[in-house]
T-cell receptor
Framework: NAGVTQTPKFQVLKTGQSMTLQCAQDMNHEYMSWYRQDPGMGLRLIHYSVGAGITDQGEVPNGYNVSRSTTEDFPLRLLSAAPSQTSVYFC?????????????FGPGTRLTVL | TQLLEQSPQFLSIQEGENLTVYCNSSSVFSSLQWYRQEPGEGPVLLVTVVTGGEVKKLKRLTFQFGDARKDSSLHITAAQPGDTGLYLCADLGNQGGKLIFGQGTELSVKP
């Protein structure tokens, strides 16, 4: 099993450009999430999904879109990149386990917006 | 909105020393999780605690959950350079996939 994979690993954008961060998991997990990590702020939830076709907003959703057409994939779209979106982005997946879910994180995408 | 506060924010110690890091919540935890993150990688789950007063051990790491389920500590005995990393506490919440994280404790263990 590859676990959770993310592409690209690094990306540099100019302000106003759009792009999609890819996330895939091969563990047949129902739950998938996107977080961003900024220095001194831990990880903050952007969007999450509890199954194919179902998504919802997290703590910092503005400027990002998601969709979940399959169980395996959960892409994150930046519509018009801004310097404030410079961050490290992590995708995670898990299976519901009655309050003891184990979240598996991908290796991250480091995004710089100029 | 629940806030998780971790202390200290940075910790630099010598190999062989003991240390404790803390996590405090503004509200009762649903389920508390501790993660370790190494540079350039995603967080990896260390432990989940659910019951107030619970103590779990993972080799040289001891995790305690407060009786009121609003605080937790992570104690490392005889720290090693391989323990270096960012330690994060998180609340699993009552709906999967929605972790709330503290800001982390960055630990450096020097040989």
């Amino acid at each position: 099993n590859a676990g959770v994979t993310q592409t690209p690993k690094f990306q540099v954008l100019k302000t106003g450009q759009s792009m999609t961060l890819q996330c895939a998991q091969d563990m047949n997990h129902e739950y998938m999430s996107w977080y961003r990590q900024d220095p001194g702020m831990g990880l903050r939830l952007i969007h999450y999904s509890v199954g194919a076709g179902i998504t919802d907003q997290g703590e910092v959703p503005n400027g990002y879109n998601v969709s979940r057409s399959t169980t395996e994939d959960f892409p994150l779209r930046l519509l018009s990149a801004a310097p404030s979106q410079t961050s490290v982005y992590f995708c995670a997946s898990s299976r519901p386990s009655g309050g003891t879910d184990t979240q598996y994180f991908g290796p991250g995408t480091r995004l710089t917006v100029l | 909105t629940q806030l998780l506060e971790q202390s200290p924010q940075f910790l630099s110690i010598q190999e062989g020393e003991n240390l404790t890091v803390y996590c405090n919540s503004s509200s009762v935890f649903s389920s508390l999780q501790w993660y370790r993150q190494e540079p350039g990688e995603g967080p990896v789950l260390l432990v989940t605690v659910v019951t107030g007063g619970e103590v779990k051990k993972l080799k040289r790491l001891t995790f305690q959950f407060g009786d009121a389920r609003k605080d937790s500590s992570l104690h490392i005995t005889a720290a090693q350079p391989g323990d270096t990393g960012l330690y994060l506490c998180a609340d699993l919440g009552n709906q999967g996939g929605k972790l709330i994280f503290g800001q982390g404790t960055e630990l450096s263990v020097k040989p």
